[in-house]
């Protein structure tokens, strides 16, 4: 089990100021999962808490010595702890999945309502940009948005990479929106 | 370090997603993703891009199957793909009507409208309905002005119809909405504004209208274009340049020098817009003409 102190020396090993050091640790842990997911572990997120939970325990012993990106280590102890998961007999993933779907299922109708007041918040070409590119799916894909690109005047690569980050503006806004509901 | 990040495709982030890549090529992309935040960008996106196409049912079947068993394995990614679904079911609705044509034929359609196989007391008022309508009809198609109001308001924006009410004056309010013909559950009849380019911001002597009523109302810009070289986009900006909508080329009707463009009301807030008409040459877009209004 993971000590307080060892988390904060952790945090304070990634960085001095405690913001940057939660921003870094979050980038981390996104891509231990992103890479554990990738490798067909069935439990990414369990896996990459247990690779935190090993660094921070060892960062009294490395802290002095070790010379490099300190991201790059958590990338060796993940492939130790991807290993002895390898070794492990193989479980059941059934529930878990069903467990996570049930949950994410309870938030649907709050995700529904989030994308609402996300969507109002975008600024005016945002919202224009994207319900566009999303109504476009529904019909000949390839050239409405050929269309679509030349409006905007941008290339249709370049129109992919415009809605797609405001698609991912808007999974942060419903994200926060759905947690700050979810609040009593 | 772009020139690194170039090295792994759409496709190859995609695979690496759907935990398809081979062993050699997995232990490159782990390595180049701690090491490279573009590239973690990018598998954010892709990340985005891969739930929408699962949601939008535009996998393979393969692919289908590697999504559901190696992608969706994280809470995040769940509530990823309901977001993804959220977002088809939201603006699938607002496409049905251009979308999905009827399995229904034209005269099938007409067969069940004129109920035929029923009572004929039914058949014939239905018949003297329709040919009524008909009627109607003609007689709105042979007035050419009202036939040219009617026309327009079927037409799609890029639209040039004048209106005959509207003074040409550097700030002249239409008041009231242009008569049309406009089904009453669709948007309300547009707020017409006639501009004429002008070569500055002029704050004091600005063309001012009021902010159309509500959800449903709509502002119709009526350009001049007169002696205009030819444009092919059209941008609506906020004074202090913040791009509020966006259309292609905007052409006049044959013998017309104005062109027309929709604002719908949502997109409006009390304050100093302007409109640019611009053209692309050799790849380079520039401004041909520009209008300024308030709106208050």
Redesign the interface.
Known sequence: MLQQEDFDRLMNWLAADAEQAGAIYEKIRWRLVAILASRGCRFPEELADETIDRVSRRVTDIQETYVGEKAIYFLGVMNNVHHEYLKRPPLPVVPLLNEGARAVADTTEQIHACLEKCLNKLAPNSRQMIEQYYAADKQAKIDLRKRLAQKFGVSTSNLRLRALRIREKLQVCIARCVEAEARP | MPEREEQFSDETIRR??L?A?TGAE?AT???R???DDGL?KR???AE??LA?DYA?ERLNAADQELFEH??????????????S????????S??VV??APSAMTIAERLKEWLGLGQSSWKLALRVIILLLLIGTMWSVLRGPRLGQRFLSIRRPVPAGTPAPNLQMAHHSISPEPPKQITPPDQLAAPVTLMLVPQHGYDPVHIATIMLPDGERGVLRLQLSVKGTPETD?AELLTISG???????ALKPLPGVDTVSFDVPGR?LTAGDYQMKLSR?TDGV?SNVVTYYFRVQ
């Open positions: 690496f997603l935990g890549l997995q992309f782990d390595e993703l701690f090491a973690e598998v954010r996106l985005c891009e929408d939008f190696n992608f969706m394995v994280t809470a995040a990614r769940h509530q990823q793909l309901t977001v679904e959220a977002l088809r079911d939201r603006f699938a607002e496409t251009t979308s986009r913040q791009s509020v909508l966006v259309e292609g997109f692309r877009e």
